[in-house]
């Protein structure tokens, strides 16, 4: 049996012969405690988004993706496992001298449970079902998915319907943003922002989709492609950070932002 214990962090005296493991995503004063232990250390690694894409949407996020970014040149010495070949070459450029690679391990039997079969029925009647699944962030370019679309459905396909299924507690200016502009250009009631949602619903808008639309312009590994993929829905994604390495040959990569070309 474990003997585990919690307790805060700052009564932790430090020990050279304790292993500190340390996931790693934005800035925080654990850092600045930590760096100084005389623990070993190992960083989990999962990249940083550019603080730039929080200009005007969320300034204490900007302020945290920031810090992080100045944070991680602490552990330059330290053993660092990244998630991603993407975040690999990113660490390369920045000095580590020992990294390596832990792929990310995904449970599939969670896209196996029950979906939800009221949502479903409500939704399939007969639309052409684009889909995205990320948190509303402003480097996940949700608004270069809508204006897709808007060609999409405008001049392709009127019966069609787009799921940006993601959490936005953190980012409501960009989320009014999105909304605002599903009104300017006419298709408010074909998208649909669905907020955080649980397994059984995540499961039902995946059955439901016909396409899988990336347009993201920072992703560190992006999990929703693999589901995707384990839901055999055909995928057109943006060539950037490490969608290709996610997909490699299992979809189609875009490398210019020509919405109607994409519709």
Known sequence: RLNLKIWHYKKYKGSKDNIIIIHFTIGSEIFDFIKDLPDKKIIIYHSITPPNYMDNINDYIKILLKKGQEQLLYFKDELILADSKYNI???????????KELPLIIDFNKYKKEFNKKLYDYYNDGYKTILF?????PNKKQEDIIKTFCFYNKFINKKSRLFLVGDYEHTKKYFRYLKEM?????IEDKVIFTGRVNDNDLITYYRLAEIFLCMSEHEGFCIPLVEAMFF???ILAYNSTAIPYTLKDSSILINKKTFYEIA
């Open 89 to 99: 070459k990113e660490l390369d450029a920045l000095g580590f001298k020992n990294v």
């Open 133 to 137: 699944v990320g948190r509303l962030y």
């Open 182 to 186: 599903t009104k300017k250009l006419d």
């Open 232 to 234: 055999k829905i055909p």
